[in-house]
């Protein structure tokens, strides 16, 4: 996104959350918050999230949060108190947050952060005390400086999420917060989302590609990295992480999605996948 405008498609992704509150029964990712924070404003837009042809977007969304939020719950259990969530957007997690103890860094562009701010007022969600925000202008500042001002214990185990964030970095950029991660002492860890390469797609799942591509680029956020997985595997590796965990659709449905009575699950396409890093 362009520094000094708030992202469309983190209110898209926000929207669709909500959505999935309202029509999934029960829901993957059990989350009130985004209910309040998007309000009654967007009908058309909730309308849009709610129809049969956007079940399989809106349970992605659903199902990446709740996987990075199951990694954190285990970086808790091993005593990670510093949660980081990069390209914060409209998340919710620090105004659920179960984990007393766990301090949480929201780390975006400051325009971004300026409009959720506004949304979070409007929709009277208060800020709790354990949360720190990070407005981060990439051009004069780089994220290990804003870390360490925002207060993160750098010599500490964080762990990080990522979420809707990758397709549209460069490859630069990409490399350079995996380096900040990687450095983190151990226990420390982060889970991100990555587009698949178009052309590792079957026919099919190239015209979904080709579709959502259109989408992202009228909205003024253009998909620029794609990765084959095991060149993902590569980039982790070379960064420095000790272990990794990749994630698919079909292991994505074992976890979230088996035995449920409307069917909600994700399709075959295999347009993303999930990734865990440990440093």
């Not at 226990?187 to 990555?194: E, I, N, P, T, W």
Request: hydrophobic share 45%; charged share 25%.
């Amino acid at each position: 996104m362009e520094t000094g405008r708030a992202s469309k498609t983190a209110l898209g992704v926000a929207i669709r959350r909500a959505a999935h509150q309202l029509i999934d029964k029960p829901p993957v990712l059990d989350d009130p918050i985004a209910m309040r924070l998007v309000g009654d404003g967007y009908p058309r837009l909730m309308e849009r999230a709610m129809h049969p042809v956007g079940r399989d977007f809106r349970g992605f969304m659903a199902a990446r949060s709740r996987y990075a939020e199951d990694r954190l719950g285990d970086a808790v259990a091993n005593g990670v108190r510093q949660y980081v969530v990069l390209g914060a957007g409209l998340d919710t997690f620090a105004y659920r947050n179960p984990f007393p103890a766990l301090r949480v860094f929201e780390v975006d562009f400051p325009a971004t952060q300026v409009w959720k701010r506004s949304m979070l007022e409007k929709a009277a969600i208060a800020l709790p005390s354990n949360l720190v925000f990070v407005a981060l202008d990439f051009e004069h500042q780089t994220l290990a400086e804003g870390l360490v001002k925002g207060g993160l214990e750098m010599h500490k185990p964080a762990y990080f999420s990522w979420l809707g964030v990758v397709p549209y970095l460069t490859l630069d950029a990409f490399r350079a917060t995996l380096s900040v991660v990687a450095q983190m002492p151990a226990g420390s860890a982060m889970s991100f989302d990555y587009a698949v390469a178009p052309e590792t797609l079957n026919p099919i799942g190239r015209i979904a590609f080709d579709r959502l591509s259109e989408r992202v680029a009228a909205a003024g956020e253009p998909f620029r990295l794609f990765f084959a997985p095991e060149d993902l595997e590569a980039e982790i590796r070379r960064a420095g992480f000790q272990r990794i965990e990749q994630v698919d659709s079909t292991r994505l449905n074992e976890l979230y999605f088996n035995n449920r009575a409307d069917g909600l699950k994700i399709s075959p396409l295999g347009l993303c996948m999930l990734t865990t890093a440990w440093a």
